[in-house]
């Protein structure tokens, strides 16, 4: 007897492709239902397989979501033009008329508008494919069942479902092989830690006692607030409105949590500040960790000591729990890494140096712990180094480094504990941050010598049980210690003593895609992206996406969220869409855009506005305060011999200039710093009748003077905070020179580049050469040895000194 499968599987769509099965026909078969729909499915699943192993999947056409007519309904009322889609199975997605999308039909979306929370939520909404039985007729025969009233539908018709998804985990970027570029670096030594706010791109680096705050685009200071206490970490609020800061401590005090709003953005100058003290805390960086409804975790990486901060972290700053008067709570050992889980009830940390993470559940009228213990199979030795939670992939997983020997990064399941997957390591991690998408683990690693690398690790291979190996190690600053991600996982921030290493990350070889792979395909259908609606609250307005630059504070001002249908929407081009974009390239082979058009009319002016009223007087644009070269061993544009040159207490040629304040003498090179001699060799690039030549130094020392500008060496090298307050350009051969100048005599320039050479607040070296005024209306110009000091500098940081002068062989 045959079988027959229930209604249920009528409209559940295939995925996971089968082998073809045909029918073979001859005369006298017999013909039951099995056969009809046998012969149904090899066509149907010939051409899914064709769509989904030859086209792939996304949005073939139309489908765009648009603002509804009637302004009154814009709050819940969104149209869908008609289209067509091909899902990740291969079926095909047909909408033939526009449809109305009503946002109250979600439950989600109804919950969202009673509690609204006054904060700003994406909505996504997004296509798949169904299957709907229709047409209901009684069975007249059925084999299966004694019923003679029994229906089955007579027709399937293949339909699609919106759905809508709020607050989106992010869409993963397409992924290939991880490799590094180092962009640039921020000349910030001897930072203690890093913070980035995504939304108003911007920076901030702690360092010493003050906060600094940096544009990320450019790297530019922006501002900086001094808080008084030697600073110890920081974190920002992942809304972007707060800034967390740990300083001071030490010598028996408690170290203090300061909270500074800089939401709107308002710069860190300006920002409103709250603060207190973190009892019982040592004078270390803590481990931060912040919940999803907001909540702050501090933890004391040397004793465990924990104290949970409610979200926003009011005033009078005190931790939540342990409440005032209940015992402290304490790990009773060292941490390193802490994360949440999914629910945001949990926070997992690592205990240093063993196989153990604490698991503390934050929920409970007072905070409770228990322990896992990771294991691997077979067994081996554990030294958690540090640790993260990969969420955003799949179920959660704990993502541990482990010092060893050997030196590891595992993906352990937080239930059991048991290691999942272990990726071996060059070197010993010591810090790690993990893409968005939980795809790409990016581990700082460090040799005993202090050299420092960072090596990329696929999470997603892991997740699989068949991880891939570390990818080869990309150099950075030796000594660095701390990593830092930016939200769209293109840009790492690896600070060192030295300074902050900018290093971009780089991805997917276009060439590689051509080649043959994995074959396209799911295991169950997927939601095709329509379209993503940012920033929406409770009463706003969905409307379209106007042409030009987004005005977002207008837009939430107004209660406006817009329509954007190309965010996070995949689309999927036509054979005719790609002959056209093919025919278009080859017509206009490496021309770019074409002939230009004939310009416009001009427009007719349009009326003036008011007279604005005027602005408060700004601040005076010069700088006093900056560093000059205020002092040097020669004459602008006089006549020397060599021995004019010889500095006796170094016993050696070369140029010698002082500073009026101190500069850091780690900068000194001969791009910051050069001597040169004009030759008579024609410049071939120029057409010139000369060129300059550098006199090759043996070294740019630098120098303590015994009094500011003042040719008077106190000490060689720089002080006990590398700053110096003059240098010298040794010549390398001084017989050489004197042979240049031997028949004729040679003229010699001296250039120095301010831009290259910081001062202690990392302000160029004022260094353009104009004279400087005195009180008595004369200028201060390059004057001879003895009669300084003169001065550098035009008020403005940086800039180029040039001086000349005239060497002969003897007086």
Known sequence: MNSHPPHSEFHCPECAPRLPLRNFWFWGKSIVPRDMTDEQMFFLEKLRLHHQRLHGSGIVCGLRLLQHPNTSCRDRLILLEPGSAVDCCGHDILVLEQDVIDLHDYEAFRNLVKSADGKPHTLRLCISYRECPTEEVPVLYDECACSDTRCAPNRILETYAIELQIDPKPTPPMQGAITYRRSSTLLIDNPVGLALGEAAKRLFVAKGSTLLELDVSNGALKGTRDLGVPLLGLDIATDGTRLDVVGGGGGGTDPSLFALDIGGPTSIAAAASRQGALKGFDAAAPLFGEAADGRLALTSRASGLLQLFAAGIPAPVQPEKPAAGDPPFSLAAAATGSAYDSSGKNLYLGLSGGAKVARVALDQATLQSSVITLATSPASTIAIAGLSLDKAAGPDRLIVQDAGPPSRLLLADPASGLVDATVQLDHPPVDMVVSADGAIAHVLVRDAAGKAFVQSIDLLAMRAKSPRPAGAPFPVDDKSFGLRLAADGRTIYTLAPDGIAVVQVEALDCGDLLKAGECPGCDTPDCLVLAT?????????????????????????????????????????????????????????????????????????????????????????????????????????????????????????????????????????????????????????????????????????????????????????????????????????????????????????????????????????????????????????????????????DGIAGGQFESWFILKRRG
């Open 533 to 793: 609606i940012e920033n929406w609250q409770p009463g706003f307005a969905i409307s379209d996406l106007s042409s030009g630059t987004r005005d977002t504070v207008a837009d939430a001002a107004a209660k406006i969220a817009r329509i954007d249908n190309d965010k996070d929407r995949l689309n999927l081009a036509s054979t005719q869409a790609l002959t056209n974009a093919l025919q278009c390239l080859m017509e206009k082979p490496g021309r770019g855009g074409g002939i230009a058009g004939k310009d416009g009319k001009d427009g007719k002016n349009g009326k003036d506005g008011k007279d604005g009223k005027d602005g408060k007087d700004g601040k005076d644009g010069l700088d006093k305060t900056l560093a000059h070269l205020c002092a040097a061993n020669w004459t602008h544009g006089g006549e020397l011999v060599l021995n004019d040159l010889m500095v006796n207490r170094l016993e050696a040629f070369g140029i010698l200039v002082c500073f009026d304040k101190p500069v850091r003498a780690d900068f000194f090179d001969t791009v910051s710093f050069a001597v040169e001699f004009q030759t008579e060799l024609k410049d071939t690039l120029s057409n010139a009748g000369s060129s300059w030549l550098l006199i090759e130094p043996k070294d740019i020392l630098p120098l303590q003077m015994a009094e500011p500008c003042r040719l008077e060496i106190a000490e060689t090298g720089p002080d006990a905070s590398g700053m110096c307050d003059g240098a010298f350009y040794r010549f390398a051969n001084p017989d050489l020179v004197a042979r240049l100048v031997q028949r004729v005599p040679r003229r010699l320039r001296v250039r120095i580049n301010g831009d290259l050479i910081p001062d202690k607040k990392l302000r160029g070296l004022d260094a353009n050469h104009l004279p400087m005024i005195d009180g008595n209306g004369n200028p201060y110009w390059i004057r001879p040895p003895g009669q300084e000091p003169y001065a550098s500098g």
